[in-house]
C-alpha cells in the first residue's frame, strides 16, 4: 500500500480546508474495519474526497471492497488509489492489485473528485456486511472481488491503468523547479514521455535552507504559475482561484495518474546547502520547519517524504561547513523522529571515495538507521570547473590508468559505504542524463589538456544528453562511462549502452537501484531512463 505522512493530516486538514457549513466526513464501521469519507476540499461545484480503509482487527485484511451509492446529482470524475467501477449511481472500490495486505492497525487511502457539493455516500459496505452495522466477514465474499459491473464507466483519460515497475529496484529522478522556465520542462513531460511509468520515485528539486530552517524555493514555480490545458498534465486548465497550481497541483495530477508513484521534497543541494550549517545547531527547530513546509495543508498529498542534499557535511562544497562529523546523523534522526516511521526520509550524499575524503568526514553509516535510502550522487567527479583539465570522464564507475585523482569513481564511494556497515540494499547508483566538456583539446584520449569550458546550452562546460548524442555522438568508452572528441570540444557522458553496464553493477553489488540527476537531460521519448528501467529488471 502507498505509504505516507498525507495519512496522519488528512484528518486534521479537511475541516480546515472545508468550509464549515460542509458535512466533510462520513464514517461508517463494519466491525472492527470501517471506511471513512472525508472532503479533502470543495468549491461548490465540485469536491475532493478521500477515503480511508482501517483496519482495526487483529489479523491482516488480504482485500477489500467497498460499495456505496452517491446521491442523485453527485457523480464521480477521476479516481486514484483504487480500482473503481460504476453502474448507475451505484460505484464500487476495491485494493489495487499491486497493494500488499492491510496490516493490523494499518489504514490505506485512495481518493476522488466528483460534481456538485460534497455529499456523504448512502449504502456502504465493505467486504459485504453493512457498513453502519455489520461485522467483518471471517473471510471477504466469495466470487470475484475485482469483477466487473455488467456497465463499467468509460475509461478515465486522467487516469490510465498503470503498473509500478516490477523488479523491486528503486529508480528515481530528480524534477528540477526552475526547468518550467528556460528549458521548458514541465511536470507533463514526465507522462508523455513515458518516464512516469517507469518512476517509482519523483524527487523535487529544490527546498531552501534559509536561516538553518526549510524554506520554499522558488514558489511562483512550486504553487503559483497557472498552467493551460496544452501544458497541463491531464489537459484541463488551471482557473485564478483555484486554491493550488504550479508544479505541485501538476504533480498532484501525475500521481493520480500513476499510484505507484511518490515524490519526495529534495531540500538543499550544491547552491542551497550553506544553511544546513545553522540547522546542525538545532536538529529539531529544524525538523519542525521542513515538516510544516512539506506537509503544508495545501499540498500535503502530493509529498510522501522528505530528502536532504547537504553539500556537504563537516567538509567543504560552494561553502565549508565545519558542525562535526555528528552534525548529518544528529539531523537525520530529528527529521526521522518528526516525520515519523511512514514518511519517505532519504539523502543525497558525497560520493567521494578518495582516503580522508567527504565519506570519510561525516558518520554516514550513523544515519542509517533513520534513512530509508542514500544516494551518493556518482557523476561530476571531473568536469571544466578544472578549466585546463585533465581532461577525465566525469562519472567513471570504475577506476581507470591514469584517472586524475584516487577515488573518484562510483565503485570507490560504493565499497567504502558498504565497509563503514551501511547496507547496500540502502545505496542507490547515481547517473547524470548530461555530459561535461572541454574546449581546446588536440589529445582524443582523457587526460589531454584543456583552454575553457566547452559551449554549453545553458552553461559552459554541461550539456544535456538529448543534445550531444546528436552533436558529439560518443565513440569511445574508458571506466565503464563513455566519451568523445568532437574538433577541439572533448565530453563524456553515459548513454544507453554505458547504463546498461553500470545497472548490471548495481544488481551485482545488491544496490537498491538507481537515481539520476535530471529529467530534462532526457530525450522525448525517455532514452536514458528506458536503459536504466532496463537494466534493473
Not at 513531460?189 to 527546498?207: C, D
Amino acid at each position: 500500500m502507498r505509504t505516507s505522512v498525507r495519512r496522519a493530516v488528512w484528518a486534521g486538514v479537511a475541516a480546515v480546508v472545508v468550509a464549515a457549513a460542509v458535512p466533510v466526513a462520513a464514517a461508517f464501521g463494519a466491525g472492527t474495519v470501517t471506511a471513512t469519507f472525508a472532503a479533502a476540499s470543495d468549491w461548490g461545484t465540485g469536491h475532493e474526497v478521500r477515503v480511508t480503509v482501517t483496519n482495526g482487527s487483529s489479523a491482516a485484511l488480504s482485500t477489500w471492497r467497498i460499495e456505496f451509492d452517491l446521491p442523485s446529482g453527485t457523480t464521480m470524475g477521476s479516481f486514484w488509489d483504487a480500482d473503481v467501477t460504476r453502474t448507475g449511481d451505484h460505484y464500487v472500490a476495491v485494493k489495487k492489485s499491486w497493494m500488499g495486505p492491510l496490516n493490523p492497525g494499518a489504514s490505506v487511502s485512495w481518493g476522488y473528485n466528483g460534481t456538485g457539493p460534497y455529499r456523504a455516500p448512502l449504502n456502504c459496505t465493505i467486504n459485504g456486511a453493512s457498513c453502519s452495522t455489520g461485522t467483518t466477514p471471517t473471510n471477504p465474499p466469495t466470487g470475484n472481488p475485482t469483477s466487473t459491473p455488467t456497465n463499467p464507466p468509460t475509461s478515465n483519460p486522467t487516469n490510465p491503468p498503470t503498473n509500478p515497475p516490477t523488479g523491486g529496484k528503486k529508480l528515481i529522478g530528480y524534477f528540477a523547479e526552475w526547468g518550467v522556465y528556460a528549458r521548458n520542462y514541465h511536470v507533463k513531460n514526465i507522462h508523455t514521455s513515458g518516464s512516469a511509468a517507469k518512476l517509482t520515485h519523483i524527487l523535487y528539486a529544490f527546498g531552501n535552507t534559509t536561516g538553518g530552517r526549510c524554506t520554499i524555493g522558488d514558489s511562483y514555480a512550486d504553487y503559483e504559475k497557472a498552467y493551460t490545458a496544452a501544458d497541463s498534465v491531464d489537459g484541463v486548465a488551471d482557473t485564478w482561484d483555484q486554491p493550488l497550481r504550479g508544479n505541485f497541483n501538476q504533480l498532484r495530477k501525475l500521481k493520480r495518474m500513476y499510484p505507484h508513484l511518490k515524490v519526495i521534497y529534495s531540500i538543499g543541494g550544491w547552491t542551497w546547502s550553506g544553511g544546513f550549517t545553522q540547522a546542525a545547531q538545532n536538529p529539531a527547530a529544524f525538523a519542525e520547519s521542513c515538516y510544516q513546509m512539506v506537509e503544508d495543508p495545501r499540498w500535503a498529498d502530493v509529498f510522501d517524504g522528505i530528502d536532504i542534499d547537504w553539500e556537504y557535511p563537516n567538509a567543504c562544497g560552494l561553502s565549508c561547513d565545519a558542525s562535526g562529523p555528528n552534525a548529518f546523523k544528529n539531523v537525520m534522526a530529528a527529521l526521522r523522529s518528526r516525520f515519523g516511521s511512514s514518511a519517505l526520509v532519504t539523502a543525497a550524499i558525497t560520493a567521494d571515495g578518495s582516503n580522508g575524503g567527504k565519506i570519510d568526514a561525516t558518520d554516514y553509516a550513523g544515519a542509517a538507521n533513520s534513512v530509508n535510502w542514500f544516494m551518493p550522487m556518482t557523476y561530476d567527479y571531473f568536469g571544466a570547473f578544472a578549466p585546463q583539465g585533465p581532461t577525465a570522464p566525469h562519472s567513471p564507475l570504475t577506476s581507470y590508468a591514469g584517472i586524475p585523482t584516487a577515488g573518484f569513481n562510483s565503485d570507490a564511494a560504493i565499497q567504502k559505504l558498504k565497509s563503514k556497515g551501511i547496507p547496500a540494499s540502502k545505496l542507490l547508483l547515481g547517473i547524470g542524463f548530461y555530459g561535461r566538456g572541454w574546449s581546446g583539446v588536440t589529445q582524443e584520449a582523457p587526460g589531454g589538456s584543456a583552454t575553457g569550458a566547452a559551449p554549453g546550452t545553458y552553461e559552459q562546460g554541461i550539456e544535456d544528453y538529448k543534445v550531444l548524442k546528436n552533436t558529439c555522438p560518443a565513440n569511445r568508452t574508458i571506466g565503464g562511462t563513455a566519451y568523445a572528441k568532437c574538433g577541439s570540444n572533448w565530453w563524456s557522458y553515459d548513454t544507453p549502452s554505458t547504463i546498461g553496464g553500470k545497472m548490471s553493477y548495481a544488481n551485482g553489488q545488491g544496490l537498491g537501484g538507481g537515481f539520476f540527476w535530471e529529467l530534462s537531460g532526457d530525450t522525448s521519448n525517455g532514452e536514458l531512463i528506458s536503459a536504466m528501467k532496463n537494466g534493473l529488471g
